[in-house]
């Protein structure tokens, strides 16, 4: 077995019960405060208002989108009462890839293991595209000075490699700095339309009805509720990456799951205030009515900050573009070092455990799959560069979408993987309940199916001008392609290498009966 026992020291070893070494990354580094601030960074809260929100205004359910926010915060609260419960026993870097070993089996783990590394690879890249070109605009606007974005994009690059060779606990300290500024600033905004008693309508309260979630914009030809709805999820990837700091954390075993839920219902309550409030202090009409262009879709929060705080604030908010997509970047490169660590430190692939499954000897960091992260999103980057794409249109949207796919069918698979933990395998019979282990994660698990039907039925529109890239009509048969590979390198381990095979998602922060192979499921 390789599962891991606690040591001492930064980047101790544990060993498994063979007595072999297996890399750790170093623990204590991190408290409850540090892992919710990398969990939020991901989701980018100033990117997710300012850039999905009027595009469900004005596309999607209109003046119901914080209606819409409000029902994805209730689908995700459900998914994360059984992912939190999940934490409570299973503490893995790898988070999914961990989690749907144990609750699936282990050849829809390595599946899942392989497409949502992908994700977070191309995440970060993804981030570096909107990065770069909020960056290009705004030197631009304020210096009259146009610098390529390749530049700004080498700069995110450089300084993500940097910061993550070191203790995640710097990260984590640079993220929350930046993080509490959005906040700040995107609070500012809607604790003054509310003190302001609302705007041309008053508060809108309609805005906040569920039912309106379901409702196409009003006025609007060719709008779809469903758009709004899937932008509304949207605004959430990378809050799940609360489990794969567990091993980095303090007493794990409580603060992962009480960062998973206030990470999920944090967020959520947030987004439905400032979606709300930018609506009532813009006026539902005028909403809708700016959200159908794209260069004045903006003044749906500028407007209301320029009113109600000062033309200050909106200069803020436009350097705030820049730090939180760079954060959210940063995040996302934490997550992606940390799973192609996880995958490395099993020694699945001949010579990976000395390589990218080792840690730094002082920082505790995996430094060399953080490296190899870095290479891959430079050579994603430099690739649409070199192709002449759009850093905002081709490198954000393209990769957001295929990142996104990928993240969305493991969070589902992840939700039945919980009841499969639970009440298939019956471990843990203490912890299972019919509502926090059963039901909540069977609900939350629909959910999400939901939104990945939403994602293809409204791809093309997401895509938007990009739609007609090859990369774009790929994007389905790259996801599934990866998916169908994992699960044929696991079965080809299970006939012919079966000590690899055993070693699929077992490696955990300490020594449980979770990893013995008599505990998993039958679908493997």
């Given at each position: ?7 001492d020291?930064?980047a101790a070893a544990g060993?498994?019960r ?6 750790r ?8 405060a540090?892992?919710?601030f990398?969990?939020v960074?991901t989701?980018a809260?100033i990117?997710a208002?300012?850039g999905?929100?009027p595009?469900a ?7 119901g ?5 409000l029902v994805?915060t209730i689908v995700?609260?459900l ?8 934490a409570?026993h299973i ?8 989690f749907i070993s ?26 570096v595209?909107?990065?770069?070109f ?5 030197v631009e606007?304020y210096?009259g000075?146009s610098?390529?974005?390749?530049v700004?994009?080498l700069?995110?690059l ?10 995640i606990n710097?990260a984590?300290?640079v993220?929350g ?8 600033m995107?609070?500012l905004?809607?604790v003054?339309?509310l ?7 008053g ?5 906040i009805?569920p ?19 899937f932008?509304?999820?949207?605004s959430w ?10 091993e980095e954390?303090?007493d794990?075993?409580r603060i992962?799951p009480?960062?998973?839920l206030?990470s ?6 947030f ?5 709300w409030?930018?609506?009532a ?8 009515e ?10 749906i929060f ?7 705080v000062?033309?200050?604030a909106?200069?803020?908010?436009e350097?705030?573009l ?6 959210c970047?940063?995040a996302?490169h934490q ?8 995958l ?8 990976s ?5 080792r840690t ?10 953080s ?10 980057v430099?690739?649409f560069a070199?192709?002449g794409?759009d ?8 990769l ?6 990928a993240?969305l ?9 919980v009841i499969?933990?639970?009440?298939v395998?019956r471990n843990?019979?203490e912890?299972?309940n019919?509502?926090?282990?059963l ?9 999400m ?8 039925e409204n ?12 990369l774009?009509r790929l994007s389905?048969?790259?996801v ?5 590979f994992?699960?044929l390198?696991?079965?080809w381990?299970k006939?012919?290498?079966p000590?690899r095979y ?5 490696i ?5 009966p979770?990893?013995?192979?008599e505990?998993?499921?039958?679908i493997?």
């Amino acid at each position: 077995m390789t599962d891991v026992s606690e040591a001492d020291g930064a980047a101790a070893a544990g060993e498994n019960r063979s007595g072999q070494s297996v890399q750790r990354l170093k623990k204590n580094s991190v408290g409850l405060a540090g892992v919710v601030f990398m969990a939020v960074a991901t989701a980018a809260p100033i990117t997710a208002m300012v850039g999905n929100v009027p595009i469900a205004i004005g596309f999607g359910n209109g003046s119901g989108a914080p209606a819409g926010y409000l029902v994805a915060t209730i689908v995700l609260g459900l998914f994360g009462v059984g992912y939190a419960a999940m934490a409570r026993h299973i503490t893995a870097t790898g988070a999914f890839y961990g989690f749907i070993s144990h609750g699936l089996g282990r050849v829809l783990g390595m599946a899942s293991g392989t497409i949502i590394t992908m994700a977070y690879v191309v995440f970060e890249a993804s981030l570096v595209g909107i990065f770069s070109f909020f960056s290009q605009s705004t030197v631009e606007k304020y210096t009259g000075i146009s610098v390529p974005w390749i530049v700004f994009a080498l700069v995110m690059l450089a300084a993500n490699a940097i910061l993550s060779y070191f203790d995640i606990n710097l990260a984590a300290k640079v993220l929350g700095v930046f993080l509490v500024t959005e906040i700040l600033m995107l609070g500012l905004m809607a604790v003054a339309v509310l003190v302001h008693g609302g705007g041309p309508d008053g508060f809108a309260v309609s805005s906040i009805n569920p039912v309106s979630a379901f409702e196409p914009a009003a006025g609007v030809g060719g709008a779809v509720a469903g758009i709004g709805l899937f932008f509304a999820f949207w605004s959430w990837v990378g809050f799940e990456s609360t489990a794969m700091y567990g091993e980095e954390s303090r007493d794990p075993k409580r603060i992962i799951p009480r960062a998973i839920l206030l990470s999920v219902l944090g967020i959520g309550l947030f987004y439905v205030f400032v979606s709300w409030m930018a609506i009532a202090g813009t006026g539902p009409s005028r909403a809708i009515e700016l959200a159908q262009d794209s260069s004045t879709s903006s003044e749906i929060f500028f407007g209301p900050t320029r009113d109600f705080v000062g033309g200050w604030a909106v200069s803020v908010f436009e350097v705030l573009l820049i730090s939180g997509s760079f954060a959210c970047g940063m995040a996302f490169h934490q997550c992606a070092s940390r799973y192609i660590y996880a995958l490395g430190r099993e020694g699945l692939i001949p010579g990976s455990e000395g390589s990218v499954g080792r840690t730094h000897p002082v920082h505790g960091s995996p430094h060399i799959a953080s490296f190899v992260q870095t290479v891959m999103a430079t050579l994603i980057v430099i690739a649409f560069a070199v192709a002449g794409m759009d850093p905002y249109i081709h490198l954000f949207g393209l990769l957001a979408i295929l990142g996104t796919m990928a993240i969305l069918i493991v969070q589902s698979l992840c939700a039945f993987a919980v009841i499969g933990y639970f009440h298939v395998s019956r471990n843990h019979p203490e912890t299972a309940n019919w509502f926090r282990t059963l039901l909540a994660p069977l609900l939350g698990g629909l959910g999400m199916l939901y939104v990945v039907y939403l994602l293809w039925e409204n791809r093309s529109f997401a895509a938007g001008a990009a739609a007609d890239t090859l990369l774009f009509r790929l994007s389905p048969y790259i996801v599934g392609g990866l998916f169908l590979f994992g699960m044929l390198v696991a079965v080809w381990y299970k006939y012919r290498a079966p000590e690899r095979y055993a070693r699929i998602g077992r490696i955990v922060l300490d020594d449980t009966p979770e990893s013995e192979p008599e505990a998993e499921p039958s679908i493997n």
